[in-house]
């Protein structure tokens, strides 16, 4: 999909069109891709799998967005130039704007319930004041065929933590639950020290681990590895 703000669309739109591809700061930023045909596989077979504990299912292999570029116009034998801009200041007004366009776009969906849980970029610059304006509570659980789901805010707070208040409910949620029964936590950030020095874990994440750890039937889901 073009246009969508994302650093590989861009830079194959930019190729194709041989115009310039832009790399905003100085492209060390780092990305892990994926193939989602591989994502699902690897999902699918780790539902099947007796294991416990994180898994890491995804690329452990970074690639700067610099050598991400330079491949892009190889592959595609573009005449472009790769040129090199300030990075852009994420601006309140412009995030409230793009939410309410997501909402908008969201609410046209053909499906009976919709849920949301923030991103990062959506939170963790006002403490999701304006994430909740749109979305409403950024933490909240649901059932769903059997299933218990938990959505865990571990981006509101610019620490990159749950928090205590948010800890807490966890743990009364948890203890009207059955040992063995089937749960999906969903977080953003990593609760475990993927690479912390990448701002990819919770701080206190091993408190959210820990309440979780006495659960037979666990399985956690984060977002934020790009």
Do not use: C
């Not at 492209?27 to 890491?56: C, E, W, Y």
């Not at 991400?68 to 994420?90: E, N, Q, W």
């Not at 020290?193 to 006495?214: F, H, N, S, V, Y």
């Amino acid at each position: 999909r073009t246009e969508d703000g994302r650093a590989v669309p861009n830079f194959i739109t930019q190729a194709l069109k041989n115009k310039p591809i832009t790399v905003y700061g100085d492209g060390s930023q780092t990305r892990s891709l994926t193939f989602v045909s591989d994502l699902v596989d690897g999902i699918d077979r780790l539902t099947h799998a007796k294991m416990t504990g994180p898994v890491n299912i995804g690329n452990p292999r970074e690639m700067t967005l610099l050598e991400i570029a330079k491949i892009i116009k190889k592959l595609t034998g573009s005449r472009s130039k790769i040129v090199f801009k300030k990075l852009p200041v994420d601006d309140p007004k412009v995030r409230r704007d793009r939410m309410s366009e997501f909402r908008d776009i969201v609410s046209a969906l053909n499906v009976k319930t919709v849920r949301y849980m923030p991103g990062e970029h959506d939170a963790s610059l006002d403490e999701g004041e304006a994430y909740q304006q749109f979305f409403g509570k950024p933490y909240y659980t649901f059932d769903h065929k059997g299933v218990h789901f938990i959505v865990l805010d571990n981006v509101s707070d610019a620490k990159a933590i749950v928090g205590a208040t948010q800890i807490k409910w966890l743990d009364a949620d948890l203890k009207q639950l059955r040992k063995d029964q089937p749960i999906v936590v969903l977080t953003h950030r990593p609760l475990f020290d993927l690479a912390p020095k990448w701002d990819w874990a919770t701080r206190d994440g091993a408190q959210a681990i820990e309440l979780l750890m006495p659960y037979e039937n666990v399985a956690v889901f984060y977002g934020h590895i790009h």
